[in-house]
């Protein structure tokens, strides 16, 4: 078992940035790998980052490729998403999954967050 945390979210003026970060239980944290998700009002989640269990690669959506950055620390238990250069249609409730393979769809996760609101302004 699995429990997720997310913390960081906020309200940013568009070309801003924020950190998000997911804690995470457990001793099996690094047996994972970790993704993030967004759902903005209305709309399905869409995937938004996945690093693999010991940090050495990542895969990103196209519509953040280049803004965000994926990263994790095991020691902490703890993942993280760097946001940079945000815009507006970035505002979404942001999630961290947990996955035993490499995953892109959320029905291929197991453990989810409850996720943290991240607005930005124009």
């Known amino acids: 078992q699995v429990q997720l945390v997310e913390s960081g979210g906020g309200l940013v003026q568009a070309g801003g940035s924020l950190r998000l970060s997911c804690a995470a239980s457990g001793r099996t944290f690094s047996s994972y790998f970790m993704g993030w998700f967004r759902q903005a009002p209305g709309k399905e989640r869409e995937f938004v980052a996945i690093?693999?269990?010991?940090?050495?690669?990542?895969y990103y959506a196209d519509s953040v490729k280049g803004r965000f950055t994926i990263s994790r620390d095991n020691a902490k238990n703890t993942v993280y998403l760097h946001m940079n250069s945000l815009k507006p249609e970035d505002t979404a409730r942001y999630s961290c999954?947990?996955?035993?393979?490499?995953?892109?769809?959320?029905?291929?996760?197991?453990?989810w967050g409850q996720g943290t609101q991240v607005t930005v302004s124009s």
């Open positions: 690093i693999s269990r010991n940090g050495d690669a990542s």
């Open positions: 999954a947990a996955t035993i393979g490499y995953a892109l769809t959320q029905s291929e996760y197991r453990y």
